[in-house]
Each structure stands twice: as C-alpha cells, then as structure tokens.
C-alpha cells in the first residue's frame, strides 16, 4: 500500500526550477532514502509534502487523500511528522519542557501529553537529562530530541530532513535504533541523507532525484543491475609484478595488483587465479567488492561538484 504519493511536482523559484516533475511512492512500514546532490531539489520537496511550499503543479496524496496546497487552512496533514534538518528546539527550555511545548502545538490532549513525554526521553535515552536546559546538550542528544519533538503527536508517516547530520557516529547509530523501532511499530518513513553508506545498509528502497526529477527508484539491487551492472570488483595483491601483462586483467594501483570484474564469483574465480600461477607470481591477497551506491550514484549524476 503507497501510504504517499507525489505526482509531478513543480516548483520554480524565479528563473530557478527546483522541482521538475519529481515524483515517488512510500510504502507503508519502508524507511525509504531520497539522495541526490546538492540543489537537486530533496528539501524542497520534502517542504512541499509538508505543506511549508506551495507547488507550481503536481500532487500530493496521503493515504490516497489529496493534500491541500501549502497555507490551505485545515489541509490534511493531521497523520505527517516532520522532522527539520535544522534544529528545532528552544535552547532555554528543558528537553522535557521543549517535548511539552512541541506536543502542545501538535494538539495532543493533555491527558495523553505526560506519559508521552515521559516515552519519548526514555526513547531518546534523555531521561536523565530531562530538566537540563538543551543549550548544554551534545549535537547528538539535541538530533534526538528534535526527532521526538517531530513526532510526539504519533503520526504515521514522518519525513526527515538529513536527521543524521553533524553527529558522531554512536549518536548516528543510536538514531537509526530509533527510526528502526518506529518502522517496526508501523510507521513508514522518508529520509533524506548525504550518507549514502546508512541509505544502503538501512533502507528498503531508495529514491534518486536531480536536477529537480526523479532518475532512478527502487532497491539496491535493483539500482545496480539497471545501471553499473552487478558484476563483482576483484583485486589481487600479487608477491611481484607480472612479466607480461594478464588476459583478462588490468593493473591496479600499483605495478603487484591486478583488477577484474567477474559476474559469478565461485565459477570465474579460480580460472583468474590459475592465470596468475601459471605466470610464475604468488596470490598475497585477494578482495571482491560488489557494487555500491556510491557507484550507482556518481553513474547516474555525474561527478561535478554542484553547490
């Protein structure tokens, strides 16, 4: 079940086009990645799903219902988190008092508004530090609390805006507990990332947008095969340098290491290595790498530097 829709959004900014026709899918209970450059126009969209942009064209659909546009008054997003890349709390109030101020303005009833609360700093692990004034909080306790902030009214369907960003990497993995146990419990989740190693490792599906269009959507597996192809990367650490160059092979880095690409490992492998033997050198070591997002990322958006 697609629990989000987005049908050819179109956004420009002046003479810039920040959405193109972008369009994607989130299924219910997926943590998917939205990745692209710099520009590309992630956050924008993200803004729009949110209702903080109105679109020049396109649609939004919640839970098969349309969205009204940005500024519409009662428009539907009751069941949508948010989750900003910037900071969103108040540095002069408690972690307890900012949960309390953010569940207020979601309209969560004062009845159910304490033991939520009380929830959500056991879920950040910021119990103990509840009636500390944020401004004293680490980068990574602050990434935290702002995520529970951003879904204290216990919508199904958050958005996160690069929720990783600028925090070490204990914080970075307890966040991805956190969203883990959101997922399980039925919430489905659309991140944006520039850590393009966490989108691979951790969600379902992945969705690359630039220059403001979707270009390629779905799993890693999927990616690869439709774009650099699923062979294998194999290097071998040799003992000394061939006399003659390999068939089948090229040279690596250094004049004692030799690379290849093989489709089936088990079955191609030990010929390779045969190769090798017969030319009289010693196999030092041997490394098989399938293909990353990184090298689906930079075949399908280039790699200038975009800012």
């Known amino acids: 079940m697609n629990v989000l829709r987005v049908t050819d959004a179109h956004k420009s900014f002046g003479q810039t086009k920040a959405l193109d026709g972008a369009s ?14 710099n520009g590309a126009g992630k956050t924008t969209l993200v803004r729009a799903i949110a209702g903080r942009v109105r679109l020049d064209g396109g649609a939004i659909e919640l839970f098969g219902r349309p969205l009204a546009a940005a500024g519409a008054g009662t428009d539907g997003r009751a069941e949508l988190g948010v989750v900003p890349q910037d900071i969103a709390l108040y540095a002069l109030l408690t972690a307890r008092e900012n949960l309390t101020a953010w569940g207020r303005l979601h309209g969560v009833a004062a009845g159910d508004l304490g033991p939520r609360v009380e929830r959500a700093l056991k879920w950040t692990a910021l119990a103990d530090r509840a009636d500390e004034p944020i401004k004293r ?19 199904r369907v958050v958005l996160l805006d690069e929720p990783t960003a ?12 956190m969203l883990a146990e959101l997922r399980d419990a039925g919430v489905s989740l659309l991140l944006t990332t520039h ?16 220059r403001g269009r979707m270009i390629a959507a779905g799993t890693l597996g999927e990616l690869v095969e439709h774009t650099v192809g699923a062979q294998r990367r194999v290097t071998l650490t040799l003992d000394r340098a061939p006399a003659n160059p390999l068939p089948g092979f090229e040279t ?12 089936d ?8 290595l045969g190769i090798v033997r017969e030319a009289g050198c010693k196999v030092l070591d041997v490394e098989v790498r399938s293909p990353s997002l990184h ?6 958006t280039g790699r200038e530097l975009r800012e």
């Open 252 to 263: 690596g880095a250094t004049s004692t290491t030799l690379r290849t690409q093989v489709r």
């Open 166 to 177: 600028g925090v070490d990497p204990q914080s970075r993995e307890r966040i991805y507990d």
């Open 137 to 155: 909080f680490s980068g990574g306790m602050r990434r935290r609390l702002n995520i529970a902030c951003g879904i204290l009214h216990e919508p």
């Open 295 to 300: 090298a689906v990322f930079i075949h399908l």
């Open 195 to 210: 850590q393009l190693e966490e989108a691979e490792a951790r969600c379902e599906r992945i969705v690359i947008i630039d």
């Open 24 to 37: 994607l899918e989130l299924h219910e209970g997926e943590m998917l990645a939205l990745l692209g450059p």
């Open 265 to 272: 490992v088990a079955g191609e492998l030990p010929s390779l």
